[in-house]
C-alpha cells in the first residue's frame, strides 16, 4: 500500500491484475504452460528454481497445439 497509494488505488490495482490474470489464463498457450508447470514438477516437489520454471513454460508455450 505504501507504493500503490490510498485504499482505493490499492484496491483497483488488485482487481485489475485478476482480471489480467485470468485473460491470460484463457490464451492456450499460457494455460498449457501453468498446466505443465504443475504437472511436471510441482507435484513431484514443493519448489522449482526460476531457471527450471523457464525452461517448462518455453517448452510448453512452444510446443505444437494438442
Known sequence: MAILGPDEEC???LNWLIIRSHNQLTLPAVWRAAEELA???LMQRE???GVEARK???????????
Open 11 to 13: 484496491s483497483a490495482w
Open 39 to 41: 504437472k511436471e514438477e
Open 47 to 49: 519448489t522449482i528454481k
Open 56 to 66: 517448462i513454460i518455453d517448452a510448453a508455450i512452444n510446443a505444437p497445439d494438442r
